[in-house]
């Protein structure tokens, strides 16, 4: 039987629960929620109640994160705060006496300053393992077509091309994600996920950024303290790399009448995947035998336990961190601090090509 492994959550609103019941389908891995943390009553009374739900032992609860990591009740701790608050509780965590593993939610941060900040900071506390939470390369059709380009079935990837065409933001504690302060923008906020896709599909490290969007639909006739909201509802994104392959993102949240939320194309110079999310398939087709050779494949995972919010890709993030911090067969966590500063830095760099009209390159952004 492997060492238990102690669990706590700092920020328990909607996407700390939905980590709770992800660790509760876990405890056959040897896992334990210990103890959660979260400023917001009304989020601490409702996430107990789910722990009863599931039939977990009743976690300690904290209203601060520093009473959490002083505790000494967990030897990991999962940050699914609002984004503004990660970069505060990232350095406590990692400054802490004891060492701690943390799985972070993205964005990593909403700046590229406190980003790095981070990254430097972790350097110094290599006995902890840091992992970002840009868990969509788990869903299985995405991870499938990762596969499949990874093994060079589609030749060399020239284009990427990724649509999210989707419901609103939801409504969170406070509102704190209707504005650009706090959520670091929509690119960034949102959108992490697909850059890090890009990334991964490309090979590659992104040159500069040239996007569109505005705020055309959503939240426009919402006001908060005297404030009206400022995060972009659509956007085009194009990304170019540094082995030549594009990337492009079309960014719709107003589009609730979609049969996919996301749809995946990559086009190489011998084939072309792609995969669609919620239907679950991928499609991998070669360019000499043309449409009628295009095969379909549903694929599955079976280590998948629990759904939950997306597609199952949030539990296997826990399976995949859990192994690298029990040493099998990794020297890193599977998602890095400099994955979660690229994803954010091409986020950023497409926030700020829409507020000056022109390309942002990712050095620019970098020596901020």
Not at 112 to 139: N, T
Not at 295 to 312: C, F, N
Request: aromatic letters at 6%.
């Amino acid at each position: 039987m492997e060492e238990m492994m102690r669990y706590g959550i700092v920020g328990v609103g909607m996407m700390g629960r939905e980590h709770v019941a992800n660790l509760a389908h876990l405890r056959s891995e040897g896992v334990v929620l210990t103890c959660i943390a979260d400023p917001h009553p009304p989020s601490l009374d409702l996430t107990l109640d789910l722990a009863r739900s599931l039939g977990l032992p009743s976690p300690q609860a904290f209203s601060g994160h520093m009473e959490l990591l002083n505790s000494g009740l967990c030897d990991v701790v999962v940050v699914s705060s609002p984004n503004m608050t990660h970069f505060g509780i990232l350095m406590d965590i990692i400054q802490h006496p004891k060492p701690h593993h943390i799985l972070v939610e993205k964005p990593l941060c909403t700046t590229i300053q406190d980003c790095k900040k981070v990254v430097e900071a972790a350097k110094q506390r290599p006995e902890i393992l840091v992992q970002v939470g840009l868990e969509y390369r788990y869903m299985p059709p995405v991870a499938k077509l990762i596969e499949v380009v990874k093994s060079g079935t589609l030749g060399h990837v020239k284009m990427v091309a990724i649509r999210e065409h989707r419901f609103p933001f939801l409504v969170k504690v406070n509102n704190w994600n209707r504005f650009n302060i706090n959520s670091g923008g929509t690119l960034v906020e949102k959108c992490c996920h697909f850059f890090d896709l890009m990334r991964l599909f490309a090979g590659a490290n992104p040159v500069r950024v040239m996007a569109s969007g505005a705020i055309d639909v959503n939240h426009k006739d919402e006001v908060y303290d005297g404030k009206v909201p400022d995060i972009i509802d659509n956007a085009y994104v194009i990304v170019e790399f540094d082995n030549g392959s594009r990337g492009m993102l079309d960014l719709c949240m107003f589009a609730e009448a979609s049969r996919n939320e996301q749809e995946i194309s990559v086009v190489g110079d011998i084939g072309k995947g792609e995969a669609f999310v919620p239907e679950n398939i991928v499609h991998v087709g070669m360019r000499k035998n043309g449409r009628d050779g295009v095969t379909t494949i549903k694929p599955e995972d079976e280590r998948i336990k629990y759904d939950g919010l997306h597609h199952g890709s949030s539990y296997l993030e826990h399976l995949n961190f859990l192994a690298a911090i029990r040493g099998q067969g990794s020297s890193g966590p599977p998602v890095n601090l400099h994955d979660g500063l690229l994803s954010v830095a091409i986020g950023v760099a497409g926030q700020l090509s829409i507020e000056k009209g022109r390309f942002v390159t990712i050095e620019e952004v970098l020596s901020q």
